[in-house]
């Protein structure tokens, strides 16, 4: 008696549970389906804009774009416009700006990957040598791109995506203190002593790896790039331009000023930052990040270009964010006709502006830009004769290295030229 | 139904076996109405649980993960068979509790001993068919200088023997419409009506409108249509539907010979089990894929340049790290626990809670501000304690080691506190009280009775003190970075880098990772720490002996 109630139970309860199940499953596909096609039914309507034919046919289905929460707003209308368009409907999903290059490179082989994402180009390296992006070709559109933006999203001879921003670093004058821009780093350093300035000049250094990425203008000016370019504006891993002789002349620059005190390592951005906006420094180097906190502390900020210290141009590293695409995309052909003419359309590249404050790289967005706030025109000029970070897997090698040594030389632990040199066997011996 | 009064109503003076039948009765009425809601509870739970099992299952058949499939399907059975039955009391308690460990823990580990038999990182990501695509999509190179093409897919007209085939029609400069599809060269298109440049109709096609083609978009994209018989003059391809470019391929696969031939050089790069296709030369084609490397990487381990050199050095700081970090941060903790147990101590309370504070703040906060007050010139420590003093702190390896163990300490000592705290309070006055009628000195006391008492409940905390120090990643990442580094020895290690912090140097430099080489890595390291935690707690196991 007891037994069978229980078994009953048992049986009742099974069943119970399979027959939730099942509804939950039934629930799940048959909610899908209709709206999909309500969908296309809704979209698919007259504006045929990428068709220019009269039929009006739907199409269905979905892209997914991974992009970061400032992104999101703007790609939402994009996003929007899209779909009206053409019935594709567009999945934004927000990401961690800093972890959607691990992630895109851990889940596109899965299949989980999207078909587009947002990032910065010297991620390129990694993405490519893991095989997760593929090259958009943009035709005759890479002429409206600045160079300098469409050089960094090359790869390998194949550009992978569509550039939205360039961002790099550039010289800050506290205006009150110093009424013009000067044209070398020595009459740099003259203007901002006579300013009466307790620093005259002041860059955010590492105590142990210095920072090659804000002294790069002026390695630059010695005519020593890292790696030798191209042709076609790419890095060359197997010419390693660092240890020539303007490398060697930086060295003992770069000892030259950290004996003067000029080059200090003991302050770093935090406290570079703090002494410009307190008005103690005349100048800083430093990115677009830390203007507007300036601003605030109410110094009158101008933007210059970076005076070199040799005799050669200052120019620094530019970093350029941009749209990728997934090599395993099912959806190649939505996803490039969202990138190359809605992301590479004039109004959003404006609109990520607006949200970003880096100048777009679009020329025609980038002009415009200029033309409406100085801050923004002061990076963008320096920026549009910078030179791409380089994107090669080699640099991994070379940044410990390279800070490590500046450091050291900084602080005079020995014969500039010999660590310098040791420094370039070592990178040498590393990326082999 | 006479029967049934009977049973229900007040038993007249039948056998007495009836009467515990209706016991019996009377309590499976009363278990039951008491458990109803239970069991209501239970269905709901189970019940959504297994529809969570067979939808996730259904999903993962679907994409064709079985394994992982049918490990939800008998996971999802065997919970909901537990719970179900009666009794199986210890298994209805340890079920959740399994479940975690399974995901979070044995899982993470098995995956990671996977792992580190594989050559998984940069440039060995996926599959091998994963890796063919991915070199056949970048190394299409865009004839220099060639136009681009308003391009019009066709499809052939006709409701019979029409093929489901695409075709291209593009217009060359001269305005001659051509059309060809897969291994059909382009060729004069014949009725074709040309306007803006795009073709809009052939005689015999249909153009197919922009939604279809989103809808066919895989067949468009990889639709290769050659421009002549020649091969060297490539190829139209189009990304977008609208726009063709004329392509060349760099490289050219051989499905039989399972080989990459580069079309200019002539070069043969072979599958050599390398997991890439390797050239005579040995140049590798990236990317490659992941395969199994067997013990590689633990070779690898020990035997590469950058980790042989520093490995001794680093291991020998490693443990003086731990060994000290624990020693100190417990030395410090018992001396403030007693003092702050000793009855004659004023408002203690609000002393302990001061005492905890560093434990409170997060540990990475607090290395990054001990950071900033060791600055060599414009640190607090420099400046205000020591008048202005220019103490290389961070910068001179001894300094620096002696800094991060000062760090640790700050880090580390409340936790010490409290459970001598904790310890301490649980050992009984009057021992200590015995042992001074006895003739003990007060100092004796303690060494004799309290310190061996606390030692017994504490051992095991100081064990497990001492593998998190031996991995304490945080502390060195943000504190030092491993610095200062002699740059003049040539390796990217330096004088507080502990095994933990190395391993991520050699094993991430800049964005390449390698995670086979820091699987092996973890894996050696966990036996390291394992094998001291067996041996000390066997030496405390003989000190419970001796109570």
Request: proline share 5%; charged share 20%; glycine share 10%.
């Amino acid at each position: 008696m007891r037994t069978t109630s229980e078994g009953l139970f048992r049986l009742t309860a099974v069943l119970g549970i399979s027959a939730l199940a099942l509804s939950a499953c039934g629930g799940n596909g048959g909610e899908e389906a209709p709206e999909l096609d309500g969908e296309g039914a809704e979209n698919g309507g007259p504006e045929e804009n990428g068709g220019d034919n009269g039929e009006q046919l739907e199409a269905s289905g979905d892209l997914t774009v991974w992009v970061d929460a400032d992104r999101a707003d703007v790609l939402a209308d994009a996003a929007e416009e899209f779909e009206a368009d053409t019935g594709i409907s567009v999945n934004l999903v927000q990401q961690d700006f800093g972890e959607i290059r691990d992630q895109f490179v851990s889940q596109v082989p899965t299949g989980e990957g999207p078909d587009i994402a947002v990032g910065a180009h010297d991620w390129l390296g990694v993405l490519v040598t893991n095989g997760v992006v593929a090259p958009v070709e943009l035709g005759d559109a890479v002429d409206d791109f600045e160079d300098v933006a469409i050089e960094a999203w090359s790869y390998d001879g194949q550009v992978y995506g569509v550039p939205y921003s360039i961002e790099n670093i550039a010289l800050l004058r506290n205006a009150d203190l110093v009424d013009e821009a000067p044209e070398t780093f020595d009459e740099m350093i003259e203007l901002g002593e006579d300013s009466g300035a307790d620093y005259p000049f002041v860059v955010g250094l590492h105590a142990q790896a210095a920072d090659p990425y804000h002294l790069y203008p002026f390695q630059m000016s010695y005519g020593a790039p890292v790696f030798g370019q191209n042709e076609d504006g790419s890095y060359d891993p197997e010419d390693l331009q660092l240890g020539n002789e303007g490398g060697l002349e930086f060295a003992d620059w770069l000892a030259e000023q950290g004996s003067a005190g000029v080059l200090n390592t003991n302050i770093d951005g935090d406290l570079a930052q703090e002494t410009f906006n307190d008005g103690a420094a005349a100048f800083q180097l430093t990115g677009p990040w830390n203007v507007p906190s300036a601003q605030e502390a109410g110094i009158n900020v101008e933007v210059d270009f970076i005076p070199p210290a040799g005799d050669l141009e200052a120019q620094p590293f530019a970093g350029v964010q941009g749209f990728f695409l997934s090599s395993q995309s099912e959806n190649t052909l939505a996803a490039t006709t969202f990138l190359v003419d809605y992301v590479g359309s004039p109004e959003v590249q404006t609109a990520l502006y607006e949200v970003g404050g880096r100048a777009p790289a679009l020329t025609e967005a980038f002009d415009a830009a200029l033309a409406d706030d100085e801050i923004v025109a002061g990076f963008g000029e320096v920026g549009a004769e910078a030179v791409p970070m380089p994107s090669i897997p080699e640099m991994g090698a070379v940044w410990d290295f390279w800070g490590a040594t500046q450091a050291a030389i900084i602080n005079g632990d020995g014969d500039p030229a010999q660590l310098w040199e040791q420094m370039v066997e070592d990178i040498e011996g590393a990326i082999e | 139904m006479p029967e049934h009064t009977t049973t229900s109503g007040p038993p007249p003076r039948e056998a007495s076996k009836l009467t515990r039948r209706q016991r019996q009765a009377a309590k499976i009425i009363d278990a039951t109405s008491i458990g109803w809601k239970l069991i209501l509870f239970k269905i709901v739970v189970l019940g959504l649980l297994c529809a969570t099992a067979v939808y996730a299952a259904l999903v993962l058949f679907m994409n064709e993960r079985w394994f992982v499939g049918s490990l939800v399907v008998v996971g999802g059975a065997a919970l909901t068979w537990i719970y179900l039955q009666r009794g199986a009391l210890p298994a209805k308690y340890l079920a959740p509790g399994l479940v975690f460990l399974l995901i979070f823990q044995i899982f993470v580990v098995l995956y990671s001993g996977y792992v580190a038999f594989t050559n998984y990182g940069t440039g060995h990501n996926s599959t091998k068919d994963h890796a063919i695509h991915a070199i056949m999509l970048q190394t299409q190179d865009r004839v220099p200088d060639s136009p681009t093409y308003q391009v019009s897919v066709l499809e052939e007209s006709g409701e019979l023997l029409a093929s489901e085939e695409l075709y291209f029609a593009v217009v060359t400069a001269d305005g001659e419409a051509l059309i060809g599809a897969d291994e059909e060269p382009l060729e004069p298109a014949e009725g074709a009506v040309v306007e803006d440049g795009r073709v809009t109709s052939v005689d015999g096609y249909n153009v197919l409108p922009f939604a279809e083609l989103l809808n066919r978009q895989q067949e468009v994209t990889d639709l290769v249509v050659p421009i002549s018989e020649d091969p060297n003059d490539g190829y139209l391809r189009t990304q977008d539907g609208q726009r063709a470019y004329q392509y060349t391929s760099r490289y050219v696969y051989d499905e039989a010979a399972d080989t990459m031939t580069n079309t200019e050089t002539g070069e043969v790069y072979r599958d050599t089990g390398e997991g890439a296709f390797v050239s005579e030369a040995g140049e590798q084609l990236m990317p490659g894929w992941q395969i199994n490397v067997g013990f590689d990487n633990f070779i690898r381990a020990v035997t590469e340049d950058s980790i042989r050199g520093p490995l001794i050095y680093v291991t020998l700081w490693t443990f003086a790290f731990a060994f000290l970090s624990v020693a100190t941060t417990f030395i410090l903790g018992l001396f403030l626990a007693m003092v702050f147990n000793d009855q004659r101590m004023k408002s203690r309370k609000y002393y302990r809670l001061v005492m905890i504070l560093p434990y409170a703040f997060p540990g990475f906060l607090s290395a990054l501000v001990w950071a900033g007050m060791m600055n060599q010139e414009f640190g607090f420590i420099n400046n205000v304690l020591f008048g202005g003093a220019s103490i290389p702190w961070l910068t001179d390896p001894w300094l620096a080691k002696l800094s991060i163990l000062i760090v640790n300490l700050w880090l580390g000592f409340p936790y010490m506190f409290l459970v001598c705290t904790g310890a301490l309070q649980a050992i009984p006055e009057e021992l200590s009280e015995a042992a001074q009628v006895d003739g003990a000195k007060a100092f004796q006391a303690f060494r004799s009775i309290k310190l061996p008492l606390l030692l017994t409940a504490i051992a095991p905390l100081l064990i497990s003190s001492f593998a998190f120090n031996f991995n304490n990643f945080n502390l060195v990442y943000m504190l030092t970075g491993g610095g200062p580094r002699d740059v003049s020895a040539g390796v990217n290690v330096g004088s507080t880098d502990i095994l933990i912090s190395m391993v991520y140097k050699v094993a991430f430099v800049g964005s390449q990772a390698d995670y086979g080489l820091a699987s092996a890595f973890s894996i050696l390291i966990f036996i390291i720490v394992g094998t001291i935690s067996v041996i000390a707690f066997r030496k405390t196991k003989s000190f419970e002996e001796l109570n």
